[in-house]
């Protein structure tokens, strides 16, 4: 239980460092530390296809992307962000958790909970049976940002 | 179990509001798109915690893969179209994206 907890607040904290952290490479690194934790935690809760997946796909490939863009972009230089933004944050952070934990519990409370039927058979069987629209999902929306990035970064025609 | 389901529930809801804060107060580009990655974070993070504490994690899993690969399709297209509007505006401020002028 500690040690979830823990692992909690190391999310928290390197997610507020990766927005706060003013050199980018800083920030991208950030949250590959907190992708990083955020699979730990999957894996603790007994979820190890989304622990894999979560590490692999979002600590690994996002951050790759990540620094790419980074690294293309470097030589438009950098923005300057209103001081405000920084200083303000803690104040906005603790009016927030202040509303939520005010309101979430009898937002809760109101909402009925729907019976859940205990679970038989493994994760391929949810997936591959009782998943399957989602499947089809998946591959329509990475067959769209495929050919969304092809569109983006096509050859311009000389009638242009 | 509720107990600690309302410890996930607060993670979740400080990076929701972290990404939030950050989405409404940068200007680089590449800065909002990190706060929208905390934001997703977050609502993984409640998926697969409520699947948990309502005993069926295998379908939460799957959910949260599904939301995996949604947010990489995401991420891939949306820098793909920082890098466009960066070499259009030749900068990576989001106010300069008002001028939306061929």
């Given amino acids: ?160 | 179990m509720i107990e600690t389901w309302y410890i996930y529930l607060a993670a979740a809801a400080a990076l929701v509001g972290a990404g939030l804060y950050c989405l409404l107060s940068m200007r680089n580009l590449i800065k909002l798109f990190i706060g929208i990655e905390v934001v997703a974070k977050g609502v993984s993070l409640i998926l697969l915690a409520t699947g948990w504490a309502r005993k069926s994690v295998l379908v939460a899993q799957s959910l949260v893969v599904t939301f995996i690969v949604v947010e990489v399709a995401l991420v891939a297209t949306a820098l793909a179209l920082i890098i466009n509007t960066t070499k259009h505006t030749k900068s990576l401020d989001v106010r300069k994206l008002s001028r939306l002028k061929g």
Avoid at chain 1, 44 to 59: D, H, K, N, Q, T
Avoid at chain 1, 122 to 133: A, K
Wanted: net charge neutral; hydrophobic share 60%.
């Fill in chain 1, 1 to 160: 239980m500690i040690l979830q907890i823990t692992l909690l607040v190391g999310l928290v904290l390197f997610s507020v460092l990766a927005i706060l952290a003013k050199d980018l490479i800083k920030s991208a690194i950030c949250l590959a530390v907190s992708s990083l934790l955020l699979g730990v935690v999957f894996f603790r809760l007994g979820a190890p296809y989304a622990g894999v997946f979560e590490i692999s796909v979002v600590a690994g490939l996002i951050t790759v992307l990540f620094i790419l863009t980074i690294a293309l972009t470097k030589a438009e230089g950098d923005v300057r962000e209103s001081k405000l933004a920084r200083i303000a944050f803690p104040l906005f952070f603790v009016v927030f958790a202040l509303i939520d934990a005010l309101v979430m519990k009898g937002l809760l409370e109101k909402i009925p909970l729907l019976e859940a039927a205990p679970e038989a058979g493994s994760f391929s069987d949810v997936l591959w049976r009782e998943r399957t629209f989602d499947l089809v999902g998946q591959l329509a929306v990475i067959l769209a940002g495929v050919f969304a990035v092809l569109a983006l970064f096509r050859k311009r025609d000389n009638h242009d």
